[in-house]
């Protein structure tokens, strides 16, 4: 991947990662330009939101564990810094242990 690609999508992957509907703004920004850089990211942010959102409703909801809910959004920030500083960074760091899993379920979004 060249510099200039790199460069033309790190508006849409950094705006990927703000909030939920950063997702939807950068997927319809890079719609009309498929820029693989900003698809990775916006790939990689789809995957970590979901996956709280997820856990939030089955298991975090389920039990009032203090403990549980803790570790569940350190794990997040986790995944969300580890992939905003490698948008930041100009990066295309997989985030630790889900971030080829996140590749492989939404290829076809940036394609």
């Known amino acids: 991947m060249t510099e ?13 990662y703000l909030t939920v509907f950063g997702i939807i703004i950068a997927f319809y920004l890079n719609n009309e330009k498929k820029n693989p850089f900003a698809s990775f990211h916006i790939r990689q942010s789809l995957g970590i939101w979901l996956t709280l959102i997820v856990i939030n409703l089955s298991i975090v909801r389920n039990f009032d564990i203090f403990m549980l809910r803790v570790a569940v959004y350190v794990f997040f920030i986790t995944l969300w810094l580890y992939g905003f500083l490698g948008a930041t960074s100009g990066k295309l760091n997989l985030v630790p242990l889900v971030g080829k899993l996140y590749q492989k379920v939404f290829s076809n979004i940036g394609s």
């Open 4 to 16: 200039d690609t790199i460069k033309a999508g790190s508006k849409n992957a950094i705006i990927s």
